[in-house]
């Protein structure tokens, strides 16, 4: 995998604002190992992803074999080892909004945008997801866009939605 | 903070309240549902409204948790006169406050549901849809600001604490709730106030009180919105648990989706820390209780006690073999009581009022009331709490209104997908534990799902047994392989290339994953699969391909 931020580990804490935050996370959890999940979670809001680099300065920081933290990352669905977007957009489907025609959201995206549930575009500035289920069923069927939930949406809108916010770059 | 710093703020506070110089009360629904809707942006208007007519010192405007009715939202509700708007817009804000403040009558065409009763109620409590609903979990929720804990306060917040605190043993507190016959409301449906027991009867310097909160069922949002209308109600009963059991810790196991439920908890332990209700010698007892927050991080299995327990430790959330149970060896091999939010949302009413007065609500064999998510092909859709008993068709037509577009009832989906489907000629089943699964579903945690003519329960079935199958940790092998099968099988189903050996095959296989599987998840992964093959089994049959 190829990173972005290719800095050797040693040297991130001081050149990058992100590790600073990690570095503060591990600080208040006093190098915990049975903190790796919280630390993780730091991480993943400050990059979006979980960069090699990022895992590995965490692995040895928390005394951890990088078999344990690897095993952990791939198991929870919230992790990511990959860039998952400059925008999301995150497709619920959960049993109200299947019921009310997630999938057609989903045959719609794909056809207006090319992208399947779990890719992202070429040039990264889009990538499209799928959620288990994010509670909000009363305003089935739901997405979210950048962290923003899209209410009782039609498949036409959320396209014309996403076009808007990918032409706005 | 003592014993009678509490009792002075919550006077000082009620007094306030009564001698209150605002004569009205506006509630801003805040919850996930309405902030969706835009009830922040509704919030600031209404705010600039009243500022700008000069009302500010009548009018007290305040943002409330979840009020119940999520899809007609936003929602306001003025108080005393319970008038509660919807859909509420920006730009008729100005209207409303003109009518309903100056003017002194309601505007009826923007009241709740007046776009599908044929008149709408005045008083919102006198609506079928709240008329019908008892709430005790989610008493407070949309009447208090969850982000103050001096509303609780004044809602008798903490008052059950300091009842057990002082004038309770831990074995008093254990045999009120034991009296109440509240049972788990996580699904299992595993009476409290044992579990409270046997936690209490190990002893150990060290043990643990966790509040599971991992709601990962799809379809169900129940948890999430105590947490975020009325945090502190399950902050009390996980201290008055801590207190029954012998537990000084407790960690609050939240999802990562509800980032606003982990917020408005996170605020509520400082705010409660600070008050000495929480942390070292609460209210100048022996007695500390500390609360930390886990955050999810999105594996369904995790909501599955020992799976949660692995996740506290930082580990991959996988099960693990019961016994031992986690009252004798649960969090770092301590001792630990799990219950679910729901749970510890109905412990303080059950000690200020007493356990009988709670175990006479419901049925006999389940007391109580519980909470329902409620959604689907359903008029109103939201949160909802009834009496333990009520029947299927109280809840979906009386209080739901009835199927969206005048549709007919196909099937009401409990349970998740550990759960099933029950069918229109079982709409007078009564919501209970017992009755729900000898129709082969389960109450689980609450969530509804009501599905009309459009939904095909072949490919329900499918779905669920896709949702268990990438859900599955793959630790024990019929629940990893076993999912994978079924699923297989469904999908072949559902495209119309199976045949009657195929469709025996299934029928097989989920007797096996449920009987050998190492946890709830693959236990009851078969059940929406085995419940349509019960209810729908002719749509399975329509499916196959005859050999010739």
Known sequence: MKSETAVPVKDMPKTDPRMKLIAAKLKKESFKPDALIEILHTAQNAYGYLPKEVLSY?????????????????????????????????VCTGTACYVKGAQAILNEIERGLGLKAGQVTADNKLGVQVARCIGACGLAPAVVLDDEVQAKVTPEEIVQKINAKIGTL | ?????????????????????????????????????????????????????????????????????CNQGPLMKFLPEYNIYQKVDCSNISAIVQSQLIEKKPIEDLLLFADSREKPFIDARDDPYFKKQLKIALKNC????????????????????????????????????????????????????????????????????????????????????????????????????????????????IRGEYPLAIKRFELAIKQAKKLGLLGNNILGTTFSFDVEVRIGAGAFVCGEETALIASIEGK??????????????????????????????????????????????????????????????????????????????????????????????????????SGG?????????????????????????GG???????????????????????????????????????????????ENKATQIDLDRLEELAVYVKETSLCGLGGSAPNPLLSTLRHFRQEYENRIVQHD
């Open chain 2, 448 to 494: 509804l799902i009501i599905m009309d003519k459009s939904s095909d329960m072949v490919d329900v079935a499918r779905f669920f047994m896709e949702f268990c199958m990438d859900e599955s940790c793959g630790k024990c092998v019929p629940c990893r392989v076993g999912t994978r099968m079924m699923h297989d099988l469904l999908q072949k189903i559902c």
């Open chain 2, 1 to 69: 903070m003592n014993r009678q710093d509490l009792k002075t703020i919550i006077y000082a506070e009620k007094k306030k309240e009564e001698t209150n110089k605002y004569k009205h009360k506006i509630c801003v629904c805040c919850g996930a549902g309405c902030i969706s809707s835009g009830s922040e942006e509704v919030m600031k208007k209404l705010q600039e409204e009243i500022k700008t007519r000069g009302l500010e010192n009548e009018v007290e405007v305040i943002p409330t948790g979840c009020m119940g009715p």
């Open chain 2, 421 to 445: 489907c029950i069918p229109a000629e079982h709409l007078d089943v009564k919501m209970d534990y017992e009755s729900l699964v000898s129709l082969g579903s389960i109450m689980g945690s």
């Open chain 2, 142 to 253: 949309g009447h208090i600001n969850p982000e103050r804990i001096e509303d609780y306060l004044v809602h008798n917040g903490y008052l059950a604490l300091d009842k057990v605190l002082f004038e309770m043993s831990p074995e008093e507190v254990i045999a009120e709730v034991k009296q109440s016959r509240i049972r788990g409301r996580g699904g299992a449906g595993y009476p409290a106030g044992l579990k409270w027991e046997t936690v209490y009867k190990y002893v150990n310097d060290q043990k643990y009180v966790i509040c599971n909160g991992d709601e990962g069922d799809p379809g169900a949002f129940m948890d999430r919105s105590v947490l975020e209308g009325n945090p502190h109600r399950v902050l009390e009963g996980m201290a008055i648990a801590g207190y029954a059991i012998g537990a000084n810790k407790g960690y609050a196991y």
């Open chain 1, 58 to 90: 965490i692995t040895k920081a928390l005394h951890l074999p990088p078999s344990r933290v690897y095993s952990t990352v791939t198991f929870y669905h919230f992790f990511s080892l990959k860039s998952k977007g400059e925008h999301t957009c995150l």
């Open chain 2, 316 to 417: 991959r959330g996988t099960p693990r073999p019961r016994p031992p149970f986690p009252a004798e060896s649960g969090l770092w091999g301590k001792p630990t009581l799990i219950n679910n939010v729901e749970t510890f949302a109905a412990i303080s009413p059950i000690i200020n009022n007493g356990g009988e007065w709670y175990s006479e609500i419901g049925t006999p064999k389940s007391a109580g009331t519980k909470v329902f998510a409620l959604a689907g092909k359903i008029n109103y859709a939201g949160l909802i709490e009834v009496p333990m008993g009520t029947t299927l068709r109280e809840i979906v037509f009386d209080i739901g209104g009835g199927i969206q577009n005048g549709e007919d009832f196909k099937a009401a989906q409990t349970g998740g997908p």
